[in-house]
């Protein structure tokens, strides 16, 4: 299986300081290059924050996520796992979007994804801020409504904000429930905390059977048992999971517009994900990254890291054919 071309850059070759930085070190393959039909995954970054209610930045996130995203090494430290020679890998760039219009930027965002899923690639995203995902499953979810595991502080099931604006980065899965592109009962939302003005969101989670495990659960549980109860709910049909950065705690993700305390620690924002091993993924997503509020680049370092986790769980259930 393994092709040259989608090999990653070894730092053994080039110094990983150098060289023009995509996503993993990987080959840039545009939407039109001859190649395309080729890959097996592909990773995408989505320059939008037009959603964000509060402190913005993710337009900056995926340039700061593919320059930290080569300190990335091509075997996976814990299970051994090679994921650029399990399935061929590459970096389409960027959705352009259009930062003065939501509508026309998320209509721009879902065709770049029917072009993406018509080549037969799973998209891996870096984002952008949460509204990114709605646009996504526009596109993924057309044919028959996913799965959904979704990591986050927020619930992000809001009604609308300031008087009727129904696309936020705190409304995205409201819609995708209401479009028919999730089935709630395949939805598990982990790590929810923080104050609240009301509690609007979790009443309707209830209401359409999405499964919410506040972080005081996950802390008392642990994440075994937690995401044993998540891979049971997502069953083996298509999932997607979404992964916003804000999970975890703002120590260890400073980088971020929506920080909540008390959450969990970058070692388990790892583990969360590696024990997401036999579902069904076909698409996820790093969203949330706010580079301004962490020039260091360590927040957008855990995030190319758990894009990483992401990816050896979609390429292991890409090479066994179950996506
Ligand atoms: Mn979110
Ligand atoms: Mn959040």
Redesign the pocket.
């Known amino acids: 299986m393994t092709d040259p071309f989608f090999q990653p850059i070894s730092g053994f070759d080039l110094p990983r300081f150098a060289g023009v930085p995509s996503f993993m070190r990987l080959p840039h393959v545009p939407l039109d290059h001859d190649r395309l039909g080729d890959l097996q995954i592909g990773l995408i970054g989505v320059p939008w924050d037009s959603g964000t209610t509060n402190r913005p930045g993710p337009r900056h996130g995926p340039r700061q996520l593919r320059d930290l995203s080569t300190m990335i090494r091509a075997g996976h430290g814990v299970t051994g796992f090679r994921p650029f020679e399990a399935v061929n890998c590459a970096d389409l760039g960027d959705v352009a979007p259009n930062p003065a219009d939501i509508s026309d930027s998320m209509a721009r965002i879902t065709a770049f994804y029917d072009q993406v899923r018509g080549a037969g690639i799973l998209p891996l995203t870096a984002g952008g801020d ?1 509204l990114s995902t709605l646009p996504i499953l526009r596109s993924l979810a057309k044919d028959a409504p996913l799965g959904m595991i979704h990591f ?1 502080s ?1 619930t ?1 099931l809001f009604h609308s904000y300031f008087g009727g604006q129904m696309y936020t ?1 705190g409304t995205p899965f409201r819609r995708a429930v209401e479009e028919g592109l999730l089935d709630p009962k395949r939805v598990c939302m982990i790590g929810i905390r923080g104050t609240a003005y009301d509690t609007e969101d979790r009443d309707f989670a209830e209401s359409v059977g999405i499964r919410v495990i506040p972080i005081e659960e996950f802390h008392a549980r642990g994440p075994d048992d937690v995401m044993e109860e998540a891979r049971g709910i997502a069953g083996s049909a298509p999932t997607y999971v979404s992964y ?1 950065i ?1 999970f975890v705690d703002p120590a260890f993700a400073p980088g971020t517009g929506t920080p909540e305390v008390g959450g969990p620690n970058s070692f388990q924002a790892l583990q969360v994900v590696r024990l997401l091993e036999g579902v069904n993924m076909v698409g996820a997503d790093l ?2 990254v706010s580079p301004p509020f962490d020039p260091s680049g360590n927040t957008a370092y855990l995030g190319v890291s758990i894009l990483f986790e992401l990816l050896c769980v979609m390429a292991r259930a890409r090479a066994d054919g179950r996506v």
């Open positions: 949460h986050d927020h992000d980065h916003d804000d969203v949330e």
